[in-house]
């Protein structure tokens, strides 16, 4: 079998599987449908781009349809920005202005429409035949690395951020799938860049046609990769997109907002209400919940602990538990009480998540901890 039938067979298989998860996303039951609709226009989007793998194989190729097939994969980087937005924000809402995002698209349509879309068909044949040379598509190919690169950190912008406002705000490490999942979401997707870089490199400074095929096959058989890592995900992680309201900020952006200056008689009344009432035995407590109780505004408490305190909430919190951990572990009447028993009393609710912030504070696990006693 030649490399071009293996090309056109993987790339069949992979623009099927696409389909199929695309429609599984629309029609699977959620209450993040938007999240699900712009996950599934990416998957089609990218199946219709990887259709150039096979369709030639088998059907005349119209140029102007294959030029439009070839341009629909700039809507790609604003698909999975919006999508990423949508997963981060539960309150999240596609607005006019998201619109903007269309312009990349339009603008080379512009770019190719004096030369290839209103020409007649043996020039649209000399353009195709010269594709790689003709000014429109040098320049095309400039402004599309800058905005895939624009959106790429636009991308990491968004996801770190979101981390910095899951610290600053949850204690709870369920909050923290959404981002693990956009995190590695954004890791392979960033390395089937990559391969697709060095495919279009290959292919347009003219390598022999095995080094071409070479990459094309490596591409294609990443993509069968990422679909399944989808698939797999998506059967596995019932619980993503539990997103954080789009209002909330980081507080950072509070403290340049209110110009807040530290308030000392605040930090003592916190500390002392931690350890008298001992608010982290509450595996689900949220900065908003604590200051509720506090009677203090949300974003005054943020700041007070993410910057006065130079914490985030999580380990602000997170320290107090392993305190009591640590009480507990000393106290010979608890000698018998089992790790997990003692995980759950102080307010973790996993053992992953307990080893992890027991190791960090003490530098040892807790079996470690108990047996050095």
Excluded at 94 to 103: A, N, Q, R, T, V
Excluded at 189 to 196: A, K, N, R
């Amino acid at each position: 079998m030649t490399n071009e039938y293996i090309i056109a067979i993987l790339g069949f298989i992979i623009f099927i599987l696409f389909l199929f998860f695309a429609g599984f996303l629309l029609t699977v039951k959620t209450n993040k449908k938007l999240s699900n609709i712009l996950l599934a226009s990416f998957l089609i989007i990218t199946a219709i781009d990887i259709s150039a793998f096979f369709y030639t194989v088998i059907l005349d190729v119209n140029l102007t349809i294959d030029m439009l097939r070839n341009k629909v994969s700039d809507l790609k980087n604003p698909l999975v920005f919006l999508y990423i937005l949508s997963v981060i924000y539960s309150n999240f809402k596609l607005k006019k202005i998201h619109l903007l995002h269309l312009l990349p698209w339009i603008i080379s349509l512009i770019v190719l429409t004096p030369n290839f879309f209103l020409v007649d068909y043996n020039l649209k044949i000399e353009f195709s035949n010269n594709y790689t040379n003709n000014p429109e598509i040098l320049f095309l190919k400039k402004f599309s690395l800058l905005i895939s690169l624009f959106y790429l950190f636009a991308e990491v912008y968004y996801v770190k951020r979101y981390r910095k406002l899951l610290l600053e705000n949850h204690t709870n490490k369920n909050h923290f799938k959404n981002y693990s999942w956009l995190k590695q979401l954004l890791i392979l997707m960033f390395f089937g860049t990559v391969l697709t870089v060095i495919k279009g490199y290959v292919r347009d400074n003219q390598y022999p046609d095995q080094i071409i095929a070479t990459w094309r096959i490596i591409t294609l058989t990443f993509g069968i990769f990422f679909v399944f890592w989808l698939i797999f995900k998506a059967l596995n992680s019932p619980s993503l997109f539990r997103g954080i309201d789009v209002n909330l900020i980081t507080s950072k952006e509070m403290k340049l907002k209110n110009l807040r200056a530290t308030n000392n008689q605040q930090i003592i009344d916190l500390k002392e209400y931690m350890q008298a009432e001992k608010p982290y035995l509450n595996p689900s407590l949220t900065i908003k919940k604590l200051a509720t109780q506090l009677n203090m505004p949300m974003r005054d408490l943020s700041v007070l602990i993410n910057q006065d305190l130079n914490q985030h909430f999580f380990d602000f919190v997170n320290e107090y538990r392993i305190k009591n951990a640590q009480d507990i572990l000393k106290d010979a009447s608890k000698s018998k009480l089992t790790i997990l028993e003692i995980l759950y009393e102080v307010g973790f609710n996993s053992k992953s998540s307990f080893n992890t912030a027991f190791k960090k504070y003490t530098g040892k696990t807790p079996t470690q901890y108990r047996k050095s006693l």
